[in-house]
DNA sequence: TATTTTTGCTTAAACGTTTAAGCAAAAATA
DNA sequence: TATTTTTGCTTAAACGTTTAAGCAAAAATA
């Protein structure tokens, strides 16, 4: 029974003696068909099993109704929740997506582009990889005058929409919440600071420090990749220090993890000791012995905004895209491993 | 300098004067076009900024050199690294992928399915989710007369390729193990029975329990959805027994790290009262207070193999699809839940 | 009833490639 | 030198849709 022969238009234009573009205007609800017409060809095309060739319509429209979506990785509660609430609201709007992973490479970012666009997608929608500083790809994409909307981690200079939180203000809510529990002696492990976001951390948490009159040393500002391995590595700096730190404020929960391996190696009491606050509200956080403070991105509102940022787009396209930025405010769980018992 | 209008084939032919045929078979590199006509043409392309239109190409050969990828979810580590793995060996072959998540839901993999049918793809690769008994969707893609590929969660009853893990002998190695390690009452939280894997599992623990003359009782074998949630709520059930056990074995992490937390919070000593075996190797097994013991899949080796399954069907369509399964054999990590201190 | 508008289609061309078939010129062979 | 083969292209059609333009018949309007 396999027909391999796929059902086109012209079948089903043959069985009932009409014209293809009868057929396809049937198909499309056009409104100069009958009904009587648009219902006989319904049932003609599903007894053939007709299953619409979306190659051949989006060439001729120009459109394929599919965005490409780019993260630096799949396998991050973070990217992952987005990727889900991007794709709800695309698919009510009859667009279907296409996942890539750039696994925090540069290079990698850039043939996923290039895929993307071979595709001939209607938009993209991105977080950049850690390793990106030249933009030439994006603006790439730019150039071709489809949209390009960024998330989490993105770059003015390409003057495109912007979804994301605010974290500066992010940074001074950590700060304040770790004086309230009686910190003095706040340490940092930030990001890279050639990304816009951690650098931003970075300025928030410069700025808070000063507020509150801390001490801004420079041993307790650690710039870091972020990893397990690497937040391990400079959680063993700040305790190698003669004057430790009786708080750390980690910019990614993965190296906050790793710091709070080397915590519970060395017996140190958390929060008491040394007190600790992530940041991306990772499944795991609530996990681990003991859970550890972090900061929620509402990953459900920036993929809710970036699709419809990418609609408002595609649906406006004589208007220019400039830089427009969406800041949503963050939102700081609070649990055991920065929460002083009194 | 936006340039809208985009480049085709035809404005390189009008720029050297020659056929869009011929500029076709340059950029394909066809033996019957000269090298010098060749390097014309690729010099052109490049200065106009050209850019294939795959739609179009696609339209023409029949084949989109894409392959769709549906997964129960992608924030699973399990999962992600498969994907990547396939993506690595289809990228050097020239096809590309469009993931997919159905989010363990039917319906969404039916809508999945349909998504990529519609674009055409030339071939899928698929874990099926949970809620999945129907395999009509997946007929439909086998009446397509294009590839199906299944890895981890797959059904015989399709007689197409499948990739997965020996699930009936893991269950083996799991029990011996704690037996060695002098598990006397050994329980099994398991996966839905209806699906393969999980039924699997459960005939292995049935089996090896009885190969070691243990107790094979009823309340010590209950069927799981295997989320966070359920895993508190079936180890909760076992420690209402009056004759606990003092080993369980987890069909996967997630509801091991539910049944995790609920020992802790009863102050229960892991390993030395009950140990705890899950399944998956999820990372945070490592990250835990105690570590989790668990089965590795072989994530990467399952990618790989689903892939060249795929390209060897691909370039051999006269060859029928029938039942044809690589089981590779899984690894055993022991970690600090189920390794009893002499 | 004569004219205009609407309805319900058809015809033909197009989207941007690829490819089978063919042909003249050049090169190789006899 | 005559014949065959190879080279390097062109021409034309096709993939499966969509859509602008058009036309006859039916319906609405004057």
Redesign the interface.
């Given at each position: 029974?396999?027909?391999?022969k796929k059902t086109t238009i012209k079948d089903i234009a043959s069985v009932l003696n009409i014209s293809p573009a009868a057929v396809s205007k049937a198909l499309n609800d056009d409104s100069r068909i009958s009904a009587k017409t648009k219902e006989a060809v319904k049932k003609v095309a599903k007894d053939l099993n007709y299953?619409?060739?979306?190659?051949?319509s989006?060439?001729r429209k120009g459109k394929?109704n599919?965005v490409g979506v780019i993260v630096p990785?799949?396998?991050?509660?973070f990217f992952?929740?987005v990727?889900?609430n991007i794709e709800e609201v695309l698919?009510k709007e009859g667009y279907?997506i296409?996942?890539?992973?750039s696994?925090e490479s540069y290079k990698k970012e850039c043939?996923n582009i290039d895929?993307l666009?071979?595709?001939?997608v209607d938009g993209i929608i991105a977080s950049m990889a850690n390793e990106t500083v030249k933009l030439d790809y994006f603006e790439k994409v730019k150039?071709k005058?489809i949209p390009l909307i960024l998330f989490d981690r993105g770059e003015n200079d390409l003057n495109v929409d912007y979804i994301g939180i605010n974290d500066y203000d992010s940074s001074h809510m950590i700060v304040e919440h770790l004086v309230q529990q009686g910190c003095k002696r706040i340490a940092h492990i930030g990001g890279y600071r050639h990304t816009r976001i951690f650098n931003n951390r970075i300025r928030g948490y410069i700025d808070a420090i000063k507020k509150h009159h801390l001490p801004l040393d420079e041993a307790l500002l650690i710039e870091s990749s972020l990893t397990i391995e690497d937040g391990r590595e400079k959680m063993t700096q700040l305790l190698a220090l003669e004057n430790r730190p009786d708080a750390v404020y980690v910019a990614g929960d993965y190296a906050a993890?790793g710091s709070l391996?080397v915590l519970?190696e060395n017996n140190i009491n958390i929060p008491n000791d040394i007190a600790l606050v992530g940041f991306g509200n990772e499944?795991?956080t609530s996990?681990?012995?003991p859970t550890i403070s972090s900061i929620d991105q509402h990953s459900t509102e920036i993929g809710k905004q970036a699709a419809l940022t990418f609609l408002e787009r595609v649906n406006n396209p004589e208007i220019k895209q400039t830089l427009n930025k969406k800041i949503l405010d963050a939102e700081l769980i609070v649990r055991d491993s920065s929460n002083v018992k009194k």
């Open positions: 029974m396999r027909n391999k299953q619409p060739n979306h190659l051949a989006a060439l394929s599919l990785r799949t396998n991050s509660n992952s929740s990727i889900q698919n279907n296409i996942i890539t992973q696994n043939s895929t666009l071979f595709t001939q150039s005058g993890l391996q519970n499944p795991f996990m681990v012995t």
